[in-house]
């Protein structure tokens, strides 16, 4: 894997570049669809391809439960698995582990816990997380950590960052997969200095790219971006940036304002199935009653499938109906959001008229995000 | 509607035609695809003509309750609400106020109900369904009837279908889009001069095909096969013949046999949804454990979305973790198999190897169905 900075912002920390792996280039900043079990729910990779996607997010922990990662590696990997031939990042598994398995128990060796499944044991270890991506074949692997949530006490938050560093070298020592890069994990919660510790241990050990992990999981906004702004000017400019987790469109305007260059977030899926729909004005809940008789597009000009087809009165029909095209007419037209704006960003930046296109994105979004 | 006789088989009562509608031409014998509630579950309607259906069906009774069929017909008609411009043929409701609905009460006037969605109180009357399928604005609609269940009396059987005929005059009376072809329903159960005088009632009144209604309701094959028999050598050769909710696809090849030309049933998309896909050697449950580790298509050789690109091993993954993928390339699946289905017989009886063709269908399904 290869990064290569092709724009720098002049009045920002904002950057386009490319990232070069073994199945193709991705485009940066890049948003990252989350196709948890081995789908981006309720589409084919055909629409993702369609929609533009050049990288999308499998989940280890769901992978290495089900089907298993033994099993995929005897289909070729998760790439042959899914018939998805662009990129693929896999997670580690450790924010999972921390937020949907039961009785977990956090060890210096790993984590054991119980399946959300079926309630079997399992021990996940650095070493285990790592091989499990590597036999998923992902193009970039995540290093194994532990999340914190928020708030955590100081001396809790830097034994895990700690434990964190520990665990990366243990990750970084069993990698070899040559065609999978490696990304190391900064950790620390909201404390500028354990992050600031935590990424200059991981460079020591020496990662094709850093991830800030344990961020938007409940701080107060600002705490977020003071971390971001703290940390991604400490962050090597030659490694892609990845902002895990991230997250609403102003939290990646933001992110990428200060150098981010990766986001995956559940948001655009989940809130589709859920019927709430992104527009450059704000969002709309599609169930509501006002677009009963509305035949106009989610919104107008929008190129996006469902756009140029259906109308919001047959999109709230198949919704109120519980259609299962109602989740794919509404996932297809939220991705399409999510992926048009990280073009926007890429576009403008090139231009550079980040700025004045950020200005323009909040002022497009905030009077109408009140009226709604 | 105009109905065109090209092939008459020599051997059976198969045989071969094109109605020609408003909205393009269908190709018999045709199955149509079910499309309940404005969609045919899970798929698009770009989809759908990449399948090659011709035409589908729309549910008055779920249409009617929801979104209601003045709304539809405010959106341009279910075509245009749909984004289907290719044919649709309404039932009548009859049906589903018999299958679904709450404290149904059968009247001269109509039948009064409570909708199985919120209890809500409804009556329809032959005026009501007739009007209610101009507003949704089908290409063929179909007269409001009772529909008997298995085993009924000859005496209840007899009353049934001669309000089914009072009731096609009053549909037939109210009917005036020109370009909606009106179907009548031949009813009285089992017995033959019962359907032989409904028929000789209904082509007094005279419509624009001929529906056989209450079949498949539970009866023994041998039954079923016998009206088949007898009426259909009556029906007359001008117009198109119609058997609905009909079925397995032994009974399509058994109905196109007897002379039959449009089919409809749930079987493909929702057995699909159950995980049951369809073969030309028998059918397969995909939760099978023996799928786990197969990486073949669900028939090798079949040209289907599904089988060009997934293994049976991911469709089984899919439908384990309930993923709503899992659905939707089923549904392609059953539907190509369906489809192609019909188009083989179409070729087979145009090339007057029907009877051949009908003896290959049976032996390649035998052995392996048994070992199934």
Known sequence: ??????????????????????????????????????????????????????????????????????????????????????????????????SLAKMRKLQEEGVVFQSHIDGSRHMI????????????????????????????????ARNSMQLTVRWAKRCKAVHDLEQQALFGIIQGSVFSDLREECLEQLEKIGFDGYALGSLAVGEPKEEML??????????????PRYLMGVGTPQDLVEGVRYGVDMFDCVMPTRNARNGMLFTSWGSIQIKNSRYTDDQSPIEEGCECYTCRRFSRGYLRHLFMA?????????????????????????????QHQFEQWRRDFYNRLAPLQDAN
């Open 226 to 239: 003071a971390v971001l702004e703290t940390i991604t000017g400490q962050l090597p400019e030659s490694r």
């Open 322 to 350: 519980r259609e299962l095209l109602a989740y794919r007419l509404n996932t297809i037209h939220n991705l399409h959001y999510y992926l048009q704006l990280m073009q926007q960003m890429r576009t403008t930046i090139k």
């Open 125 to 156: 270890s650095p070493e285990i997380a790592t091989q499990v991506q590597m036999q998923l074949g992902s193009d970039i692997a995540m290093c194994f950590d532990e999340c914190t949530s928020y708030p955590v006490t100081y001396e809790y």
């Open 1 to 98: 894997m290869h990064f290569q900075l092709i724009t720098q912002d002049r009045t920002s920390a904002a950057r386009c570049g490319q990232i070069h792996t073994h199945c193709g280039i991705i485009d940066t900043p890049v948003f990252m669809p989350v196709g948890t079990q081995g789908t981006v729910k309720s589409l084919t990779p055909d629409e993702l391809e369609d929609l533009g996607a050049q990288i999308i997010l499998g989940n280890t922990y769901h992978l290495y439960l089900r089907p298993g990662a033994e099993r995929v590696a005897r289909f070729g990997g998760l790439h042959s698995f899914m018939h998805w031939h662009r990129c693929i990042l896999t997670d580690s598994g450790g924010f999972q582990v921390f």
